[in-house]
């Protein structure tokens, strides 16, 4: 099993584009959610999903939106990508609410 | 909503000597504990955990952790540590779907 896969590993944008990070996972579970690393914050929770067609808001939602379209796929969208937006970003999942498995992160910078 | 705060942000030690990673939350209803462990340029990975029962938490890596509902802590121990656990810590508290990380602490093992 690969667990949980992040798309793409490092990504360098310019303030305004957009894009769209892609999270997958196989091991059938339930709960997905995107995460942000920054230095000194540890990580803050984004949005999550408990299930397909289902999303809800995090602690820092603002910026970002996301799909679940398919159990095993989360993606994260920047509608326009903002300086502040620089960051490492964590996709996770969980069979419940319990421990969750993170994937090895993607790097974006926005210039 | 709960907090974690890691009381130190570096932790230097020498090989084979002790260490203590500490850790304490606030919440006003009852949750579940974590330590995760993030080694450079990867995703966390999940060290142990409290979701009920014997405070004692034993984990992988020869770690272990004291869940103290009174004191509200949930430090990290190891009794012997290797150049290899050189990593950042995180701990985590988590209430339903809400998972609040600390800033981590990053231990540093030295020859």
């Known amino acids: 099993n690969a667990g949980v896969t992040q798309t793409p590993k490092f990504r360098v944008l310019k303030t305004g584009q957009s894009m769209t990070l892609l999270c997958a996972q196989d091991?059938?579970?339930?709960?997905m959610y995107w995460y942000r690393q920054d230095p000194g914050m540890g990580l803050r929770l984004i949005h999550y999903?408990?299930?397909?067609?289902?999303?809800a808001k995090g602690e820092v939602p603002d910026g970002y939106n996301v799909s679940r379209l398919k159990k095993q796929n989360f993606l994260l969208g920047l509608e326009s990508a903002a300086p502040s937006q620089t960051s490492v970003y964590f996709c996770?999942?969980?069979?419940?609410?319990?421990?969750?498995?993170f994937g090895p992160g993607t790097r974006l910078t926005v210039l | 909503a709960q907090s974690v705060t890691q009381l130190d942000s570096q932790v230097p030690v020498f090989e084979e000597a002790p260490v203590e990673l500490r850790c304490n939350y606030s919440?006003?209803?009852?949750?579940?504990l974590f330590w995760y462990v993030q080694y450079p340029n990867q995703g966390l990975q999940l060290l142990l955990k409290?979701?009920?029962?014997?405070?004692l938490v034993k984990g992988i890596n020869g770690f272990e952790a004291e869940f103290n509902k009174s004191q509200t802590s949930f430090h990290l121990r190891k009794p012997s540590v290797h150049i290899s656990d050189t990593a950042e810590y995180f701990c985590?508290?988590?209430?339903?779907?809400?998972?609040?990380f600390g800033a981590g602490t990053r231990l540093t093992v030295k020859p």
């Open positions: 996770a999942s969980s069979f419940q609410s319990n421990e969750q498995f």
């Open positions: 091991m059938n579970h339930e709960y």
């Open positions: 999903s408990v299930g397909e067609g289902t999303t």
């Open positions: 919440s006003s209803v009852s949750v579940y």
């Open positions: 409290y979701l009920s029962g014997s405070t």
């Open positions: 985590a508290v988590l209430v339903l779907l809400d998972m609040r």
